[in-house]
């Protein structure tokens, strides 16, 4: 049976409470998950804290599903986090942030992110994925679809999931973001 190392596990641990600290998730939004061998994949529990995860909120799965249930639901995200795991090889870890400014863009809709391409373009690619039922195959499938060329996925109405080398690699493309969405209203005289 699989399990988590010690290192692997603090490392989580730690990159959730920097997306908690840094506005990316609060209460139980957000989610992560994260490459550890083979076809074994942590991703966060529903109703994870990311802010004050502990090993009880990591599950464990492989391509068949769950190694370690911990007497937990995967989380609504868990669908989206192995797609892109099994659509981008480069992807060590994907996140969803549900932060301010990022979320704000996401309701903006295609037309914003289109008008605003010129702040977005150091990101990594961006990519618009339109308002699909949250934990939806057909959300997973097209999320999935996008970020096999771009780092960034904004979904209309729900914010945004990113991929990264390593789960540090993926949060910092989110904040990244954050910060252009927050230019973004900014440049469009919104109150910040």
Known sequence: MASIKARELEALVAAGRRMYQ????AGTTGAMGARLNGEVVAVTAAGTRL?????????????SGPIVQNGRQPGRE??????VLAAQPEAGSVIKVNSPFTTAL???????IERSRGLLEDLDGVAFVPYYRPGTAGLAGAVAEVLRSNHIAIIEGQGAVVWGADVADAI???????AAARVIFILEGKEV
């Open 172 to 178: 910092d493309h989110a904040e990244n973001l954050e």
């Open 106 to 112: 996401a309701h903006k809709g295609r037309k914003t």
């Open 51 to 63: 802010g004050f995860m502990v090993r009880a909120d990591i599950m464990l799965m492989n391509g």
């Open 22 to 25: 840094g506005g990316l998730a």
């Open 78 to 83: 868990t669908g989206i986090i192995r797609a």
